[in-house]
């Protein structure tokens, strides 16, 4: 059974940072692809980043590209997101997602519809 399980969400001060963890189990982490995405309530699911199963490739929307950081340890099965420089805009529920993939990733890796795997999310509130 594939797990997802994110943390390190949390209220933070616009300008601030926070690393984001995603934890996987159930499967064969080094052979997966890796995303973020993030949601508001009412709104579309959005893309945020993703990485390839070798961290070799990454995608970054364009709203979070310089400030934002995608990063996976493969021998603790789990992937990062650090944020920096936070805006407010950036509030969210943030979700981990996975694709079994052993290639290059492409743009359609930037698709929620691409993954097959999600996990619960964990709320990231910036205030001013």
């Known amino acids: 059974q594939v797990q997802l399980v994110e943390s390190g969400g949390g209220l933070v001060q616009a300008g601030g940072s926070l690393r984001l963890s995603c934890a996987a189990s159930?499967?064969?982490?080094?052979?997966?692809?890796m995303a973020w995405f993030r949601q508001v309530p009412g709104k579309e699911r959005e893309f945020v980043a993703a990485l390839s199963w070798s961290g070799s490739t990454t995608y970054y929307a364009d709203s979070v590209k310089g400030r934002f950081t995608i990063s996976r340890d493969n021998a603790k099965n789990t992937v990062y997101l650090q944020m920096n420089s936070l805006k407010l805009e950036d509030t969210a529920d943030y979700y981990c997602?996975?694709?079994?993939?052993?290639?290059?990733?492409?743009?359609?890796?930037?698709?929620?519809?691409?993954?097959?795997?999600w996990g619960q999310g964990t709320q990231v509130i910036v205030s001013s």
């Open positions: 997602a996975a694709r079994r993939s052993v290639s290059k990733i492409y743009n359609d890796s930037t698709r929620d519809s691409w993954y097959d795997y």
């Open positions: 159930g499967l064969t982490f080094s052979s997966y692809a």
